[in-house]
């Protein structure tokens, strides 16, 4: 697990921050949901047979002896809350949440043990419009962080239930006779969840899967019914897409949509969204038959993504520059007598007020012009504040531009303010 230092955590805050306006503007309600759920939760609403469930799952005791488990991932905790309280009763809903996850798996760039996830999902919506709707969400979320040229669009349907059930049949009756050249793991597979195969990373497995039957010529009707209308509305809304025949969820209440963001920017590691349709869960743990779609965008990859699009900082539209990553601070206010100590810091809370996007650092500590001004410099600003007695007199403040070639100016803080807003960051 790792620790996301202020340089990286700086970046962070902006990505996640700017994904979650995406979600409130489509008017997603945001939820708070625990880390620890009970185990049956997630062998249950994740599947016995997944790499979650069968070897990721950090378990733990509680002291009365309940088996507890730090959620793999949001979707099961979520439709335990919304059941729980009664939400999904005749009624419709769209959620969302963010926070971290937790899976043992092998670590490396893109892939952690503690990760962090924003899930949305919506409840009660049978047709494709809603599949589209949580497209839309990923394709605004890439809009908004700027990396839209770097991610597309994989679509799938798996159909209904019965049309699996006899793809399933089908892949095992191919699948079988070449038992022993998969994987282990797929061999296991092959009796308690066959269709999982289809994702083995295992290259040779990947090679034998090439003849195998595939799953769209086995989509009901119906379920192709809805593929169509969602492929059309994409099309017409203008969300190109790339259909992908092997893209699967290998669980049994999984249903028609299926879809991933991916990249290739960023390895091996290159999805950065997963979601689709997945209208057996809400029934499996309990509740009515509702139908539901979702998904899960992996932020820490697409903090990455982000950082590789933009290394430096960029403008993104009027008003609106991308913080510089590599400040802690825009503005630092130097207190040039210890006796101006009081005027420093109600000028910095009037910046604050007037440049409520600019981050001001009142120097503390004390010390000579000549150190704070060190200390502007290392903390990255790009400008530097000067305060002294004849200017405060007079209403004025100086600002010294610390990474321009521009003589020292003296203004009023109404002046300055409008200085600093015209100004692109450093
Ligand atoms: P993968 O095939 O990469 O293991 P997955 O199918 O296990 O992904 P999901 O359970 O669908 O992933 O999770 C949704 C998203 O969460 C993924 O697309 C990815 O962006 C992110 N994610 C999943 N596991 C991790 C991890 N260990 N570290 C970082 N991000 C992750
Ligand atoms: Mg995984």
């Known amino acids: 697990m790792r620790d996301v230092l202020p340089e990286e955590a700086r970046r962070w805050r902006y990505v996640e921050t700017r994904l979650l306006q995406v979600l409130l503007s489509h008017a997603y309600e945001e939820v708070h949901l625990p ?16 790499d979650i469930v069968e070897r990721e799952m950090y378990n733990l005791a509680d002291r009365d002896g ?12 979520c439709v335990r809350a919304l059941l729980q309280h009664g939400l999904l009763f005749n009624q419709t809903q769209r959620v969302f949440y963010s926070g971290p996850m937790f899976r043992y798996e092998r670590p490396q760039r893109g892939r952690y043990r503690q990760f962090y996830q924003i899930g949305a999902e919506a409840f009660g919506f049978r047709g494709p419009d809603v599949d589209v709707e949580l497209i839309l969400l990923g394709r605004d979320f890439w809009r908004a962080l700027g990396v839209e040229e770097q991610v597309e669009l994989e679509i799938n349907t798996l159909g209904s239930g019965t049309a699996r059930g006899i793809y399933r049949d ?61 492929k059309e509305w994409l099309t017409e809304i203008g969300v190109p897409y790339r259909e992908n025949p092997g893209l699967v969820r290998g669980l049994d209440y999984y249903t ?29 743990l309990g509740g009515r038959p509702t139908p539901a779609a979702g998904f899960a965008l992996g932020l820490d990859r697409v903090v ?24 802690s601070a825009d503005v630092y206010v130097c207190v040039l007598k210890e006796a101006l100590a009081g005027d420093a810091m109600r000028v910095a809370e009037q910046l604050r007020i007037g440049l409520p996007g600019l981050r001001i ?22 400008w530097a504040i000067l305060i002294s007695e004849e200017e405060m007199q007079e209403g004025r403040i100086s600002v010294k531009f610390l990474r321009e070639e521009r003589a020292q100016q003296s203004l009023s803080p109404e002046a300055l303010i409008e200085l600093l807003q015209k100004q692109p960051e450093s």
């Open 256 to 284: 028609d949509t299926v879809f991933e963001w991916t990249t290739r920017s960023l390895g091996a590691q290159g999805t950065v969204c997963a979601g689709g349709r997945y209208d057996g869960l809400v029934e499996r």
């Open 35 to 50: 880390l620890l759920e009970a185990t049956e939760l997630f062998s249950r609403g994740v599947g016995e047979a997944t």
């Open 361 to 382: 650092r009142s120097h503390a500590g004390g010390g000579k012009l000549k150190s704070q001004l060190k200390r502007a410099d290392l903390s990255g600003a790009a």
């Open 170 to 230: 089908a892949l095992i009756a191919y699948l079988t006779p070449l038992k022993n050249e998969l994987d282990e793991a797929s061999q296991r597979r092959l009796v308690k969840n066959p269709m999982r195969i289809l994702d083995s990373k295992d290259p040779a497995t990947q090679v034998l899967l090439r003849d195998a039957p595939k799953l769209p010529d086995f989509v009901d009707p119906e379920g192709k019914a809805h593929y169509d209308d969602l």
């Open 66 to 77: 309940e088996g507890l488990t730090l959620r793999p991932e949001g979707t099961a905790g």
């Open 304 to 327: 990455l993504l982000h950082q590789e699009v933009h290394e430096t900082p960029q403008r993104q539209g009027k008003n609106q520059p991308e913080p510089n990553f590599a400040a």
